[in-house]
Each structure stands twice: as C-alpha cells, then as structure tokens.
C-alpha cells in the first residue's frame, strides 16, 4: 500500500516539473538541442 501512494506521488511530481518547465518556456530549448545533436549525427551540422 505505502508502495502505491509512494508512486501516485512521484507521478504527480513529475507531471508539475514538466507543467512548470513548459510554463517557463523550456520546450523549445529542449527541442533545439535534440535538434542540433541529430543534425550533428548525422554530419549536416
């Protein structure tokens, strides 16, 4: 039961992190470096 409530928690924790990262405008950072990282596998950055 403790394991139950333990996961709910972290569940609802990281769901706010995410809310509060998109809030601030951090998606499109993400998004950029994913895409110069693959640009850069593949050798055209």
């Not at 992190?17 to 050798?43: D, Q, T």
């Amino acid at each position: 039961m403790k394991t139950r409530w333990f996961s709910i928690l972290a569940m609802i924790l990281g769901v706010g992190f995410m809310a509060f990262g998109a809030y601030r405008g951090e998606v499109a950072i993400v998004l950029e470096k994913a895409i110069h990282i693959c640009l850069e596998c593949i050798g055209i950055g």
